[in-house]
């Protein structure tokens, strides 16, 4: 599975942006997908999670009400949709498929990353 993680950019404290992360190499179709972020000197954080047939998702508490993930299998897509962005929302953003077990929110238990994509909040 090759992943490819799009949509970061500049944008002020209150404002939004949608990431994209676009599978390809084989269907994500079976999968829990994540979204997890990196800020520098800090450890990769998990920030959202879904199931393989969008029907459960999951959140870090420092997102929760603020973004939304979701995901459309057809199209091989996962997003994250955040609203009321805050400076401390600054980090690299990494999409993870995970095919096997583990805890949803724990980095090892995800088997494939994107690149990651740049997500600046200015205050």
């Known amino acids: 599975v090759q992943l490819q993680a799009s949509g970061g950019g500049l944008v002020q404290a209150g404002g939004s942006l949608r990431l994209s992360c676009a599978a390809s190499?084989?269907?994500?179709?079976?999968?829990?997908m994540g979204w997890f972020r990196q800020a520098p000197g800090k450890e990769r954080e998990f920030v959202a999670a879904?199931?393989?047939?969008?029907?459960?998702?999951y959140y870090g508490d420092s997102v929760k009400g603020r973004f939304t993930i979701s995901r459309d299998n057809a199209k091989n897509t996962l997003y994250l949709q955040m609203n009321s962005l805050n400076p401390e929302d600054t980090a690299v953003y990494y999409c993870?498929?995970?095919?096997?077990?583990?805890?949803?929110?724990?980095?090892?238990?995800?088997?494939?990353w994107g690149q990651g994509t740049l997500v600046t909040v200015s205050s």
């Open positions: 190499g084989r269907t994500f179709r079976g999968y829990v």
């Open positions: 993870a498929c995970r095919m096997g077990a583990g805890a949803i929110w724990s980095v090892p238990s995800y088997d494939y």
């Open positions: 879904i199931s393989w047939s969008g029907g459960m998702t």
